[in-house]
């Protein structure tokens, strides 16, 4: 059911209020969040702003409609930190950040994050770099020296105005390093040089790499444009990221706005303290599947959570919100044969996340709803609990049969089913192997290519140190596996 006239109000970070939200183009709705940097597992307040604006993405998708949606979320895979897990561990650049981005899809899609539409990598975006620097340079907000190239914070007059703060003020209360080719201590690299055992790429001011900020401007601007709707990201990036990101935008481009409207989470702590390695309560999104929580739970406590508060997770809160999962999914699953086709979603969700993506409202409304069916028996409210629960990427279903079937319950349903039919299993084997084998030759467009073949049947993959496993989901169509042709 489309909601086409459901108003959505966001907290726009650059106005410090809550806003009516109105796009550029209802038809053609723009956003850009800030991604990982990909050089080890996504820990647990990586995928905060994932699921935080994964909902927003589900939210737009449903008011304006799917093809009618833009979201992009970056790689940054040239960066100082990829260098030296490259220099310690003896590997290649490019065999860590190929798979390390593939654990953080599949990370994601665990807890039940869409994939962006497009998912630009900073290494495929250098000439848009350069390009952008040549002009900030031209146009006198950026200088060259001694193979650096700075961009000039005080030829932005605005600068600072997204964090509230003066340029002043920045340098006399931060601690900032004063490079000595430098014309004010607040400027910052746009390209810094390399030595030939770092990534470096030709360019006027010699063989170098880019800066951190300039990654996203260039690829927000080739894939967006030079204005569009909603930037996003972790409150831990508005500055000096995103002001940065600002600074160096409107004055490459300054005809567009940039962004609109700016929208930031806030931080996660484990067990009321920051989460730290020292303290022993670091972990990453893996390290919770692998001990057994699931996608669903997780998501769960994330979404129980207002965005723009901090959020603490707890053992207890994830032991609740299985058991809630739990009670919601088995009742639906034992109604579901008596659920009207028709699939609608509960329109009390839909205007809780229109305010701000105020999730926690949204859950209570799926509380309300299973209440209503256990007091009245009335099957509509738990399909519409089960269908809004999906539309907050709450696989009840996948939820109800994981929790069934362990692992070895799983491997077991699968060779049952695949029994039936020899040759699908034997296809799926030789699809894995052959996805294994691609990624093992850095044939990376191929592996891409299978990964979504598998992922169309609801063929799940998963890598591990032990190889590639797979099982089948619980939607699993086996006429996803067939038509080769249409995935070479």
């Known amino acids: ?120 990598r900073a290494t495929q975006y250098i000439p848009q770099m350069v390009a952008m620097i040549e002009k900030l ?5 950026a200088y060259a020296a001694e193979g650096h190239v700075l961009f000039r914070v005080r030829s932005y007059e605005a600068y600072g105005k997204l964090s509230g703060r003066s340029v002043d003020d920045m340098i006399a209360g931060a601690r900032v390093e004063v490079a000595p080719f430098k014309e ?31 990654e996203c401007s260039a690829m927000a601007h080739e894939l967006l444009g030079e204005s569009f709707d909603i930037h996003g990201g972790g409150n831990d990036l508005m500055f000096p990221h995103h002001e940065n990101e600002i600074a160096q935008s409107c004055c490459a481009h300054p005809e567009g706005q940039f962004a609109r409207y700016w929208m ?30 699931p996608g669903e739970v997780i998501r769960f406590v994330f979404l129980s959570t207002h965005y723009r508060k901090p959020m603490d997770w707890t053992a207890e809160k994830a032991r609740e919100a299985e058991a809630t999962l739990w009670k919601w999914a088995q009742a ?17 969700v839909v205007f809780a996340l229109s305010d701000d993506l105020n999730t926690p409202l949204a859950i209570s409304e799926l509380h309300r709803l299973y209440s209503r069916w256990r007091k009245t028996d009335d099957t509509k409210a738990l399909f519409l609990l089960f269908t809004s629960s999906e539309f907050l990427g709450l696989n009840l279903q996948k939820f109800y049969y ?60 998963s890598d591990t140190p032990e190889g590639s496993k797979w099982e089948l989901g619980p939607n699993f169509d086996p006429s996803g596996l067939e038509d080769e042709d249409a995935w070479e």
């Open 1 to 120: 059911m489309e909601v086409k006239k459901t108003e959505i109000k966001l907290h726009n970070t650059a106005s410090r209020k809550k806003e009516v939200f109105t796009p550029f183009d209802p038809k053609d709705v723009r956003m850009y969040v800030c991604g990982p940097t990909v050089y080890d597992r996504a820990h647990l307040g990586n995928a905060r702003p994932v699921v935080v604006f994964d909902v927003l993405n589900r939210l737009l998708r449903h008011v304006y409609g799917d093809k009618n949606v833009t979201y992009v979320r970056n790689f940054t895979d040239v960066d100082d930190k990829i260098n030296a897990r490259a220099a310690e561990s003896g590997r290649e650049i490019g065999d860590i950040t190929a798979e390390t981005t593939q654990w953080f899809l599949d990370d994601m899609a665990a807890l039940g994050a869409l994939e962006p539409d497009h998912m630009p």
């Open 137 to 141: 340079i031209a146009d006198g907000h």
């Open 184 to 214: 004010d201590p607040m400027d910052f690299v746009l390209w810094k040089p390399s030595s030939e055992d770092l990534p470096g790429w030709d360019s006027p001011w010699g063989r170098g790499r880019p800066g951190w900020h300039i």
């Open 264 to 293: 930031h989470n806030e931080m996660l702590q484990v067990e009321g303290k920051k989460m730290s390695k020292s303290l022993g309560n670091f972990f990453t999104v893996r390290d919770l599947l692998d001990q057994g929580i």
């Open 332 to 348: 639906c699953e034992e109604n579901r044969k008596s659920f009207d086709a028709s699939w609608p979603i509960e329109d009390e």
């Open 402 to 461: 994981e929790s069934q079937h362990p692992e070895s319950a799983q491997i077991e349903r699968r060779g049952a089913i695949l029994l039936e039919d020899e040759e699908q299993y034997l296809l799926i084997e030789r699809l894995v192997e052959e996805r294994a084998q691609a990624k093992a030759d850095k044939e990376w467009k191929r592996a891409d290519q299978l990964r979504e073949k598998l992922k169309h049947a609801d063929v799940i993959v």
